[in-house]
C-alpha cells in the first residue's frame, strides 16, 4: 500500500492531513472533512426522499443525527439515528421500510405508493386504538386545506353569527375525527408505503469511495460498520 503521505496527496490540495500527530499516531479529527461530507450528503439525500413521498410533515423525521467516528484498532463505526428524545426514533423505522397491510383495500391505490414487500412489519387486525386515530386528528388539523367545508353561509349578525361559530366547531370536530377513522382503517388495509430513505442512501453516502477515502487519509485499510440505531 502508498505510504500514508502518498495516500493523501491522492486526495487532492483541499484535503487537510493535520490529523497525523508527531510520531505517526493517527488522531481521530483527522478524517473531519470526509466524515462531514458523508454525514451531510447522506441527510440531504435522506431528506429528499422524505419530501418526495410527502414525510415532511412536523419535520421530526427530518431530524437526523451522526454520532462520531470511532474506532478500535483498523475497525471504525458510526451510528445514525435520532437522539432518544426525538419522537421520531420511535417510529422512523416503520416509515423506512414501511408497514404491511392487512388485505382487502378497495380502490385504486395511492399515486406512488411503494408496497413494503420485504418489511419486517405488518399490522394484524383493524382494531384502531384512540392514540393511532388521534395522531391522524392531529395531522388533519395541521393540514385542513384536506378538510372541505361546504355549508358556507355569509352576512350573519349577531347572535347567529355566534351560533354559526359554536355550530360550526362542533361539526368540524365531528367531521375531522370521522374522517380520522376512516383514514387509519385505510391505513391498516394497504399498509404504510416503504420511504427508503435511510436504508436506500447508506450506501450512496458511505459508499465506496467514501472508504476509499478514508483509507487513504489514514494510511490503512479499514472495516467501517454502519449501524441504526439511538443517540
Do not use: C
Request: aromatic share 8%; glycine share 10%.
Amino acid at each position: 500500500m502508498q505510504s500514508i503521505s502518498q495516500a493523501q496527496a491522492s486526495l487532492g490540495s483541499s484535503f487537510d492531513p493535520g490529523g497525523i500527530a508527531k510520531g505517526g499516531d493517527v488522531q481521530l479529527n483527522a478524517v473531519e472533512t470526509i466524515m462531514s461530507q458523508a454525514a451531510l450528503k447522506f441527510i440531504q439525500l435522506a431528506k429528499k426522499r422524505l419530501t418526495q413521498r410527502g414525510k415532511i410533515d412536523t419535520g421530526n423525521l427530518s431530524d437526523i443525527v451522526v454520532s462520531d467516528l470511532t474506532n478500535k484498532g483498523s475497525k471504525y463505526e458510526i451510528t445514525i439515528g435520532y437522539y432518544k428524545t426525538n419522537p421520531a426514533a420511535e417510529y422512523y423505522d416503520f416509515n423506512d421500510k414501511g408497514v404491511k397491510g392487512i388485505g382487502g383495500f378497495k380502490g385504486q391505490l395511492p399515486r406512488g405508493f411503494k408496497e413494503p414487500t420485504g418489511s419486517p412489519y405488518s399490522f394484524k387486525n383493524l382494531r384502531l386504538s384512540s392514540g393511532f386515530i388521534n395522531s391522524i386528528v392531529r395531522w388533519y388539523l395541521r393540514h385542513k386545506s384536506y378538510i372541505r367545508n361546504e355549508d358556507q353561509r355569509t352576512n350573519l349578525r349577531g347572535i347567529q353569527r355566534k351560533r354559526k361559530t359554536l355550530g360550526s366547531i362542533a361539526n368540524e370536530t365531528e367531521k375531522i375525527r370521522g374522517l380520522a377513522i376512516a383514514t387509519a382503517r385505510n391505513i391498516k388495509r394497504k399498509g404504510i408505503s416503504r420511504t427508503g430513505f435511510f436504508e436506500d442512501n447508506i450506501d450512496l453516502a458511505f459508499g465506496d469511495d467514501f472508504k476509499n477515502d478514508l483509507a487513504k487519509a489514514l494510511g490503512q485499510d479499514i472495516i467501517l460498520s454502519i449501524k441504526k440505531g439511538l443517540i
